[in-house]
């Protein structure tokens, strides 16, 4: 399935939302019902999506509230406008200063998770000919290693350097207290296999961290890896893959969360 940001899913749920509430009201809907259609099927969808892709509990309750909030408030100008004739001023202005903070939240986000482009933060940042700028969020560090905070940041320097590909498979299929295998392909930034020495796989309990496992996956061909995990209960869990080659590196660390043995 295709993976998509934070921004897509977003956006195009509010596009999602003021299309269905223009076609509801075209049908004859009233604006209430109109609106309650238009907030409620996008996130729907979206619910659909994030029990494939999970993009967080925090990122859920944002798509909830911008969707119906959208949904609410095109209701209500509908029904002002549907009275009146025409719409007043001051509310034209409270839909403009929301949007514009919707918009601006989103410029935020983007930034956070890629940076800004290298002309605009030259115009910000000090010296941007003499080093190498890194304006995206770095990450989380979990546990409590982040303590060392340069090395941090020079392994993402690296592995930015590196540009390999990590691809999981088996995650979906997990469950608490049964074997399970997982496989880990490798790619370079042109898209070839890469031969690698070792694949470890660490599984870091987020609420109890003496429940952490730790294994070594086997080579089973040029660039791909397997292995059985048994993971004891369900909830929460981080995995990190760490591939090394020689003196290269890439850790990719993942939000996965377990089922009971009985769910499928």
């Known amino acids: 399935m295709i993976e998509l940001t934070f921004t897509e899913t977003l956006f195009g749920g509010l596009l999602a939302v003021v299309a269905l509430f223009a076609v509801a009201r075209k049908l004859g809907l009233s604006n209430y019902w109109s609106g309650v259609l238009g907030g409620a099927l996008p996130f729907l969808v979206y619910l659909g999506y994030s029990s494939v892709v999970w993009q967080g509990g925090d990122m859920m309750a944002i798509h909830l509230a911008v969707f119906m909030a959208t949904a609410a408030v095109l209701g ?3 029904a002002i406008r549907q009275e009146k004739g025409k719409m007043h001023w001051a509310p034209k202005i409270i839909a403009t200063f929301f949007g514009g903070l919707v918009v601006f939240m989103a410029i935020l986000l983007s930034i956070s998770s890629h940076g800004l482009p290298d002309k605009l933060s030259g115009w910000f940042l000090p010296n941007p000919d003499k080093q190498r700028l890194h304006t995206a969020f770095p990450g989380v560090i979990p546990h409590d290693q982040n303590k060392l905070y340069e090395p941090h940041m020079q392994k993402i320097a690296e592995q930015r350097s590196l540009g390999w590909k990590i691809d999981i498979g088996g995650l979906e299929n997990l469950r608490s207290d049964t074997p399970g295998n997982i496989t880990v392909n490798v790619q370079d930034a042109d898209g070839k296999r890469v031969v690698a020495e070792r694949v470890e796989v660490a599984l870091w309990r987020m609420a109890n961290s003496g429940d952490d496992r730790h294994l070594q996956l086997t080579p089973v061909s040029d660039g791909a890896f397997a292995g059985e995990v048994l993971i004891p209960d369900p909830g929460r869990w981080l995995i990190e893959v760490t591939v090394t080659r020689g003196q290269d590196s890439f850790t990719l660390k ?11």
Do not use: A, I, Q, T
């Not at 993942?254 to 499928?264: G, H, M, Y």
């Open 254 to 264: 993942r939000s996965l969360f377990v089922d009971e043995p009985n769910k499928k």
């Open 76 to 78: 209500v100008f509908g």
